[in-house]
């Protein structure tokens, strides 16, 4: 089955800095990439998805890229704030329904002020 | 506010024992998912229910057991508890069946001593 593998697990950034989580996955058929953001005592929130014949795309101070051959996609976020502080998920899905969306393990961020 | 409301927020139990989580989804929304996330296994999909019938299910234990109601709130019920059963329990709804926008209560947080 899909496998996904997120870095770095912790991330410390100066605010106005730029933030890059990366993950992998295995199953070469997955065609959907969800991020997702849990801040602390909330439930994960959707805040871009991409698809597999998409190479990148942005959403204001968030991007997210992905590379097919490589099996790896990213999540970039610029002029970070101290309220983008939180766990991301990416996952991976190689269906059209949820129950085969796989989560990455997470990466906790936090911006210092 | 994602409009699902899930409670109680904390649930305090023994080994052995019952408990039942409810979930309200968001207005309209007709699919309800089951979530556990736990440090070790990260965030897991149990179930999902779509209009009152089961529609896929996760890696969820036999003890485990869920249900729509015709007025479209969830009840998922846990039995035989056992210590590691301990996690936070997310139930999400989205408008229908397949990859749309999902949105995630504040879940209940499950402690068994």
């Known amino acids: 089955g899909e496998n996904v593998e997120q870095h770095p697990s912790t991330l410390s950034v100066q605010e106005g800095d730029s933030a890059v989580i990366k993950c992998t996955y295995s199953?070469?058929?997955?065609?959907?990439f969800p991020w997702y953001k849990q801040e602390l005592g909330k439930g994960p929130q959707l805040i871009i998805d991409?698809?597999?014949?998409?190479g990148e795309k942005k959403d204001q101070r968030i991007a997210v890229t992905l590379n097919k051959t490589a099996k790896h996609f990213s999540l970039h976020i610029t002029e970070t704030q101290p309220e983008d502080s939180a766990v991301y998920f990416c996952?991976?899905?190689?269906?059209?329904?949820?129950?085969?969306?796989?989560f990455g393990p997470g990466t906790s961020l936090s911006v210092i002020p | 506010d994602s409009g699902v409301t899930q409670t109680p927020k904390h649930l305090i139990t023994a080994t052995g024992q019952r408990v039942t989580l409810r979930c309200s989804p968001r207005?309209?929304?007709?699919?309800v998912y089951w979530y556990q996330q736990s440090l070790d296994q990260g965030l897991q999909f149990l179930i999902q229910?779509?209009?009152?019938?089961?529609?896929a299910k996760g890696n969820i234990l036999e003890r485990f057991s869920a249900q729509q109601f015709p007025d479209l709130h969830s009840e998922l019920n846990l039995s035989s508890l056992e210590l590691g059963d301990s996690a936070l329990y997310f139930c999400?709804?989205?408008?229908?069946?397949?990859?749309?926008?999902?949105?995630f209560g504040a879940g209940t947080r499950l402690s068994v001593l």
């Open positions: 999400a709804s989205s408008v229908g069946l397949g990859l749309y926008i999902q949105y």
């Open positions: 199953d070469s058929a997955s065609n959907y």
């Open positions: 991409i698809r597999s014949n998409v």
């Open positions: 996952a991976a899905s190689n269906g059209t329904s949820y129950d085969k969306v796989i």
């Open positions: 207005s309209g929304d007709l699919s």
């Open positions: 229910y779509y209009n009152g019938e089961e529609r």
